[in-house]
């Protein structure tokens, strides 16, 4: 039987949302018919740009999504601190089952790839649900993120700090509170996404947007952090497992945790260890170095136990994107990309110098010989400091040309902390 002729939509009116909403939840085991597609039917008709969606249909029924976003992205800046870039954020990406292997996802992604890059972003960023799948598109792992449990029942969980300045609060206040903590948060540390005003009226049913639903995971409560200007900190919290008169006690899930300074910090963290009846607090989506481990008498009480990639970045403009970020010391480098992309057309192959010296960065196409080859993806993974150069020698994806140039260009990348992105999109 010869297969039906699919089409390639792009860009998608706002009245194919409920539609094109419903095929992309079922294909993330969702239920098409459940409560979230109502909700976000009625987010998108006030939030939807046709232009930056995409969809396959076969005989009149999407059977492929895909959208973007247009958000900022911190990169590294000078003495620990961070910049601002725009990257092009995708998201919503699906094939049902019934169509895979037919190119439809590279079809829809190049597209908006090339989009982005007319558009004038240096960067795509996306969460892989699966390895294998976007590095033949150029994206590689930037950031890394842990989940963590806090042993509360052992002796040392409680953490140092003064809780004197944490209150109770409510949605309305934490969303009206929440854009502005959040931005002093991200800018913390390099690899954080931004969340708008907006992002915090629909992720907690505020201006007219529809009230999330009870399984949606929301807190049941609220907690703020008083400093001497105002709310600088926020966290939620709901219990998710009730303490008895025996063993095992209460257990709590954490939701967020933004302090815009370390004072703030502390205190967040001293009021949510000092929780009567619970045994157990699980923090997901946090940093891989988590600094609160070291304001615990027992850091051991501190309990790793997951770690994985989670934002990954591809360059669509490697100049504007070396340029932007500022680097640990001054230096020069010449790189030898190879774009190792074999389902996209964009390439940013290319030998390009870059120059280093205290708060300037200049990165333009050279001639001169190269210091290092290396592909793409390895750059894109080296980008906000979150891997070392070396991790690439064995795999052939990065070679040093000149001697020292593997060293310097690790210092040179390097950031005081870690990469880290709190937020899913």
Known sequence: MERSPVAIVNPVGVEETPSWLRTMVATFLDDPGGLSVDRWTRVLARTWDPARAWGARDRGRWVATLRTEDRTLTVPGTNGGTRDLRADAVTNVTVSATHRRRGLMRQMLDGALCAARARGDAVSILI?????????????????????????????????????????????????????????????????????QRWWDIALGQDGFPVPPPDAGLPH??????????????????????????????????????????AADRGLWAYLSGIDLIDEITLSHRPVDEPARWLLRDGRSLVLEDRNDFLWLRFLDVPTALTARRYAIAGELVLDVRDDSPATEIDVSGRYALRADDDTAECETTARPA??????RALASIYLGGVRPAEFVGSGALTELTPGALERTRLMFSTSQPPWNATSF
């Open 221 to 262: 409560n609220w907690i703020v952090h008083e400093g001497d200007d105002g709310v600088d900190g926020i966290v939620g919290w709901r219990a998710t497992r009730q303490g008895g008169l025996n063993p095992p006690g209460g257990r709590v899930d954490v939701w967020g945790l933004f302090a815009a300074n370390d």
């Open 371 to 376: 210091d290092l080859e290396l592909t793409q």
């Open 128 to 196: 892989s649900a699966e390895w294998p799948i976007y590095g033949r598109f150029g994206y590689a792992p930037a950031t890394w993120s842990a989940d963590y449990v806090l042993h509360r029942n052992r002796l040392g969980a409680v953490a140092a700090g003064d809780p004197a300045r944490v209150r109770a609060s409510d949605a309305q206040e934490i969303a009206e509170v929440g854009a502005g903590v959040f931005t002093a948060f991200r800018r913390r540390r390099a690899g954080q996404v931004d969340r708008d």
